[in-house]
Each structure stands twice: as structure tokens, then as C-alpha cells.
């Protein structure tokens, strides 16, 4: 990590050299280096975790197969009524009158609308068309050359969500949860449960260690959730509840953080795309959805409510459990950081995750009687 005002020792001696010139370019090489470890925001990508590892690829220092049998995948049920116009001023109008639709069979009707030069953009930019919606809009629209036009297609993919007890409770974000909560009107928060319609559940089915398959997890009840100003604020949780008792669960550490502290992030990236070199030399397949481990740093304590990693991560990840050396979850995966480097990612991982305190997720949804008194 990069401390704001760190500086560079050097060891001064008297300059030798006739060429007065070189030596005015040293001092200016080290006062920008000086300037730069000052001012840089992000750690440097030498720093950088990279890697979406299967179960079998990674060894980890805690009980893999109890971490594995923690997990669920989390599937909304969401189509996009992809609309292209000719001008970004028909779009505009358009985007105007559109709105969600929510079907009484479960379904999300999500409309999207955007212009021609919008879709170009995005067919240039192979970062950018890996992140969930952008991708079904490239894919829909591929070699279409006449606008207006609309598509409907499904949103692909899951998200993460966790065991926290042995009775049934897991813990997620809101936004993985939001077409469920903006379904039944809750974008205050709620502590009211409501079972779940528009979003689905499954749990790995493991056999020697290996995941074999997923079946359904049924009759899942949202329990408790934030606000949608919170989750935007970067308080983003919802506790949801299984009628089931847990195939496994995680320990929660209430201890915090510290700077360089090895984590583990369990999840489901959909996509990359690394060259066959990068991916030769990083070791692992390209992310397809199924489960992945990757490994990374604490990077910093951005606030009482969020810190950065330096863990690799993209769209699949949301709601993963952040662990430390023991197993115990520190933390819940929010978003990849910074998003600006979405194109350079296909190739070179140079982001990082955003996770959500599990200090702060206990506090604000007030968990203590689901853990129990079980050591934390």
C-alpha cells in the first residue's frame, strides 16, 4: 500500500560527472518519483493479486470443503428490453417514459435504451462488454446496422451469497437483492420478511471436495436489508433465510483489519479474457460462472463501512465472503475498483475489490441473536 506523504530515502554524495545537465534531469526524475508516491490512489500493479482460480487450482490455509459447502449462487431473473435509436436524442426521449416492469411470475422486465454511437463504442471497448448488461447489449446487437431496433434478452450470470449460522442464515448485498426488494416496494429497508419470487438460489452439491453440481434452494425468505441510499452509500447487505439446515457455515471475525493482511474471496465470475499468454503465465481458465477463489491483500480501510483488496474479482463476485487465514469472513465483495480500468483488465488485472465491512453489516442489520454465542 501506498502511504499519502511516504517519500524515498537517498543517499546523497558529491556529483563527479562534468555533465551538469544529466545531473538536473536526476534531480527531476527523483522529485516526480517523490511527487507520485504522494499523490498515487491506487496501489501500483506490481502489488496486484491476479487470478480467478477453480477449487482444485488453489490451496488455502482453512477448511476448503466447509467454505465451498457455505456457498450459494444467487440468479435474478431479469430481461433486458434492449432499445438502439439512430441519435442520442431519441434515445433520450425514449429513456424518458421507460420503466421496470415486474411480472407476477417472477420475471424483470429492465429496459435499457441507447443510442447508435453508444453501441459502437462499446463494440470497440472489450472491457467494457464484459460487464453484465453492456455484454447482452453488444451480443444482441452484433453486425446490426439499422436503428431503431429492440431486443429482449436475459441477464447471464449469479452472484454470491454465504452461510452465517446453522439454521439457515445467509448474508448477500442489497443490490444483488434489488429486483426483489424493488418488487415489493422496500427501497427504505425493512426488517419484514417476504419470500422471495424474483430472485433463485442454489447450493453447491460436493463430493471428495470437488463441486459436482448446484441444486435449488427453496422457500427463501428476505429477511433484513438496508436502504437503497445505504447500499449506494457503500453499506450494501441484506440477511436472507433458507428453510434448511446449513450444509455448512462461516465464522464471523469482528476483530477488523489490517493493511496487508492475506484474504480469500469466494464467487462466481461470469467472464474474462486474458490472452493465452497472460493466462499461461497467471495459471488458471478464463471465468465461465462457475465457482472461483481468488487471493489478494487488504489495501486500506477506505471508512467505518468499506475497505479495498487487492483481490482479483469481476461481475459474479457481488456479495462473496472476504476471508482471512482462519476462514472467518471479514468482509462482503461490493463492486471491482476502479471501474475505469475495465478495458485494460481483459488483458492485465490492474483493479482491486471494494468489500463491505462485516463490522458494519453486523451493527446495521443487528445480527447478534442469529450468530449466537458462538465465538466470533
Not at 431486443?151 to 442464515?169: H, K, N, T
Not at 488483458?347 to 458462538?374: C, K, P, T, Y
Request: hydrophobic share 40%; aromatic share 8%; charged share 25%.
Amino acid at each position: 500500500m501506498v502511504k499519502k506523504g511516504a517519500g524515498i530515502k537517498v543517499g546523497w554524495r558529491r556529483w563527479t560527472s562534468p555533465d551538469s545537465r544529466f545531473r538536473g534531469w536526476l534531480r527531476l526524475a527523483i522529485t516526480l518519483v517523490l511527487v507520485i508516491e504522494a499523490i498515487l490512489p491506487v496501489p501500483s500493479v506490481a502489488s496486484m493479486e491476479e487470478g480467478l482460480f477453480t477449487p482444485e487450482h488453489i490451496s488455502l490455509p482453512f477448511d476448503k470443503e466447509r467454505a465451498l459447502k457455505a456457498m450459494i449462487r444467487i440468479k435474478s431473473h431479469v430481461y433486458f428490453a434492449i432499445s438502439v435509436y439512430d441519435t442520442a436524442r431519441q434515445a433520450e426521449a425514449a429513456r424518458a417514459i421507460a420503466h421496470k416492469v415486474f411480472l407476477p411470475e417472477g420475471i424483470t422486465i429492465w429496459p435499457v435504451v441507447v443510442d447508435r454511437g453508444f453501441l459502437e463504442r462499446l463494440q470497440m471497448d472489450p472491457g467494457l462488454r464484459l460487464l453484465p448488461m453492456f455484454y447482452e447489449i453488444a451480443t444482441a446487437f452484433k453486425g446490426v446496422t439499422v436503428f431503431p431496433q429492440q431486443r429482449y434478452v436475459p441477464l447471464q450470470g449469479a452472484a454470491a451469497g454465504f452461510f452465517i449460522s446453522a439454521d439457515g442464515y445467509f448474508l448477500t448485498t442489497y443490490h444483488v437483492m434489488r429486483e426483489e426488494i424493488e418488487a415489493a416496494g422496500r427501497t427504505g429497508g425493512s426488517r419484514q420478511p417476504i419470500t422471495c419470487r424474483y430472485v433463485s438460489f442454489e447450493i453447491p452439491v460436493i463430493e471428495r471436495g470437488t463441486i459436482v453440481g448446484y441444486r435449488p434452494l427453496e422457500n427463501v425468505q428476505l429477511v433484513r436489508h438496508v436502504s437503497a441510499r445505504e447500499s449506494k452509500a457503500g453499506l450494501d447487505a441484506a440477511l436472507l433465510k433458507a428453510d434448511i439446515e446449513s450444509p455448512a457455515y462461516l465464522d464471523i471475525h469482528l476483530g477488523g483489519i489490517q493493511a496487508d493482511e492475506p484474504i480469500w474471496v469466494i464467487g462466481f465470475p461470469i467472464r474474462t479474457h486474458r490472452d493465452r499468454q497472460r493466462r499461461t503465465h497467471i495459471g488458471y481458465l478464463d471465468a465461465d460462472g462457475s465457482l472461483r477463489i481468488s487471493r489478494g491483500k487488504i489495501w486500506q480501510q477506505l471508512n467505518e463501512t468499506n475497505f479495498t483488496s487487492t483481490a482479483d474479482g469481476l461481475s459474479g463476485c457481488s456479495g462473496a465472503p472476504t476471508l482471512d487465514e482462519e476462514g472467518r469472513v471479514v468482509g462482503i465483495v461490493q463492486n471491482v475498483y476502479p471501474k475505469k480500468e475495465a478495458g485494460r483488465r481483459t488483458v492485465v488485472f490492474s483493479g482491486g475489490l471494494v468489500h463491505v465491512d462485516i463490522r458494519a453489516v453486523i451493527e446495521r442489520l443487528e445480527l447478534e441473536a442469529v450468530l449466537g454465542d458462538r465465538e466470533r
